[in-house]
């Protein structure tokens, strides 16, 4: 019995954590964006700024898909292919970590990328949180 109350106390602990929040992050001379805006620019509805993607596996992405757009990976997907099917854009370019995330919108204005809110440093600026 105790064990099994251990047990659920470190899954509630642990799934917690994994749920820390989402930052929207961008180079730091960017404006602040809204949720709307970044719904639209991670759905190829807007070419406002260049979206960068974490790898399909990551939870982070997962997250960020679920609380920016209300969609879940797979709906994410097909509105992608939709898109680049008719020739109206592509779909944003997957980066290894949050590391080469930071790198990349650090180094181009108008990039946006994501990352879990504990990888925010200095190099980058929080456009949106998604909590």
Sequence with gaps: MIRRTIGAALLV?????AQAGVA???????????KAQV???FLGKSQAATPVDLPED?????EFYTKATGRDASQVK???SRIAFSGKGQPPKVLGDAAAI??????DPKA???IDKS?????VKVLLTLD
């Design 58 to 62: 990551s939870p982070v992405r997962a």
């Design 119 to 123: 990888a925010v440093d200095g190099s």
């Design 13 to 17: 602990v642990c799934t917690a954590g």
């Design 78 to 80: 097909a509105t992608w």
């Design 39 to 41: 719904e639209e620019i």
């Design 102 to 107: 930071k790198k990349a919108v650090a180094a």
């Design 24 to 34: 929207v992050v961008g180079h730091p001379g960017a404006a602040p964006m809204t």
């Design 112 to 114: 946006v990328g994501y």
